[in-house]
């Protein structure tokens, strides 16, 4: 029996609130490989939020595409690693983008608060959400 996910397995496990390590090409370097929230809409775009002036904001404008791996880190081990282009670069709103993001993640009164604690640097201006179209899956379920 196959250890790679159906699509529905893939999308329920990439549904719950896992954090995933981006990797972006870096020229003269291995990649840059960070920790992301991030959200996916099965059959759409996958997508997560920076700053246009970070080294990981930098370096997606330059390559113009990204891998990201999200894990289960405990037995049964499982993953989905997806690779694809950037096909927006869009200035997110921290109500209907940050703000369901860190609930998403720290539950909803905590997400709040952190959005909350985010509008000084969100004004600034260069708070960016990068979405990416999936090209490339490679999932593996070890407890099939």
Known sequence: MS???TP???????????VAIVSIAEAGRGPLSVP???DYEPG?????LTQSD??????LAAAGRFSLCVQEPTA???YVSVEGPVVATEPYDLEADLKPMAQRYLGEAAGAQYAEGMRDAHARGNSIKVRMRPERWL?????K
């Open 3 to 5: 250890s790679k996910m």
């Open 44 to 48: 759409g775009d996958l997508w997560f």
């Open 139 to 143: 999932t593996v379920d070890y407890g």
């Open 54 to 59: 970070s080294r990981k904001g930098r370096l």
């Open 36 to 38: 992301v929230w991030y």
């Open 76 to 78: 049964p081990y499982k």
């Open 8 to 18: 529905e397995e893939r999308n329920r496990f990439l549904a719950e609130p896992r």
